[in-house]
């Protein structure tokens, strides 16, 4: 069965996500998306947008794989709103930080989604310790871990360059903290090589693997640069993938873009050049 590739929205996020965004990745040979909820892109708290983006993928043929939790209140113009974390050590930033997840994950009501990616608080250097509480974090996790599993959805814990989110980290509070039916790990890779070593973090993770970030870097800053233009070994990464038996879909996550087509031009032999890696450590 070939790969399944799918496009995050996050290269189109400075702008309110349209039909034209959808029917522009399918022209481009993605047959999944996932959508970055973030209001000022995508506003899953209004009905008439979540059902106009549901129409759309609908005609375009693009299966909703996932959706990526609200990080921020708004992204415009390259600026970031105010963040929202879900492990904020202050009880109001918290709890609005749930209640944003949790009005996302009512999307599945109208347009159904298997996994909803989450952030553990916020990268470093950015967060303030204060925004990075194991304690919040667990508390937090609880109650949405319940509200997504009444709809069908797993949440899957994002490697993120905090501490809270080291593959280590999060594989230990799946095992011995949160009941990890309802729960998996979203491998990002850009992130992972932020860590230093994404294979280990694919070797750490083997077992709670339900969806990917797939992304480059340097291994300095986070570039979300397409596969094979920073330093990450894609070859070994991919085989990884394969031998702790990973067979979900590959997201491509790249920056916002103020020339999506072009990018999307450039996706399809990064894409034939994974397929064919792919194929060939099968």
Same mark, same amino acid.
């Given at each position: 069965m070939p790969p399944t590739f799918g496009?995050?929205?996050?290269? %189109?996020? #400075?702008? *309110?996500?349209?039909?034209?965004?959808?029917?522009?990745?399918? *022209?481009? =040979? %993605?047959?999944?998306?996932?959508?970055?909820a973030t209001r000022s892109h995508f506003d899953y708290r209004d009905p008439a947008h979540v059902d106009?983006? =549901?129409?759309?993928?609908?005609?375009?043929?693009?299966?909703?794989? @996932?959706?990526?939790?609200?990080?921020?209140? @708004?992204?415009?113009? #390259?600026?970031? #709103?105010?963040?929202?974390? !879900?492990?904020?050590?202050? /009880?109001?930033? *918290?709890?609005?930080?749930v209640e944003e997840t949790l009005a996302a994950l009512t999307v599945a009501r109208r347009v159904p989604f298997r996994h909803m990616v989450v952030h553990l608080g916020v990268p470093v250097p950015e967060a303030s310790p204060a925004l990075n509480q194991r304690a919040a974090l667990q508390r937090s996790l609880e109650a949405l871990g319940e509200a997504a599993g009444l709809l069908g959805v797993r949440l899957a814990? /994002?490697? !993120?360059p905090n501490?809270?989110?080291?593959?280590?980290? !999060?594989?230990?509070?799946?095992?011995?903290?949160?009941?990890? *039916?309802?729960? #998996?790990?979203?491998?990002?890779? =850009?992130?992972?090589?932020?860590?230093g070593d994404v294979v280990e973090a694919i070797e750490i993770c083997s077992g709670h693997i339900h969806t990917t970030h797939l992304h480059d870097n340097h291994g300095r800053r986070d570039e979300h640069l397409l596969p094979g233009r920073g330093t990450i070994d894609w070859g070994a990464a991919l085989l990884a993938f394969q031998k702790v038996g990973y067979d979900g879909a590959w997201i491509l996550e790249l920056g916002p873009s103020d020339a999506p087509a072009g990018v999307l031009a450039d996706t399809e032999e990064v894409r034939r050049t994974l397929a064919r890696a792919l194929e060939m450590e099968q």
């Open positions: 496009l995050s929205t996050h290269l %189109f996020h #400075g702008s *309110r996500l349209s039909p034209s965004h959808l029917t522009l990745a399918a *022209r481009h =040979g %993605f047959t999944a998306i996932e959508i970055y106009a983006v =549901g129409q759309a993928l609908a005609d375009s043929g693009l299966q909703l794989h @996932s959706l990526h939790a609200p990080t921020t209140t @708004s992204f415009t113009a #390259g600026v970031w #709103g105010p963040t929202l974390s !879900i492990a904020a050590a202050d /009880e109001a930033l *918290r709890l609005q930080a814990l /994002e490697i !993120i501490p809270l989110s080291h593959p280590a980290a !999060i594989v230990t509070l799946l095992e011995d903290v949160l009941d990890h *039916r309802a729960f #998996g790990i979203c491998v990002d890779t =850009g992130h992972a090589h932020l860590w």
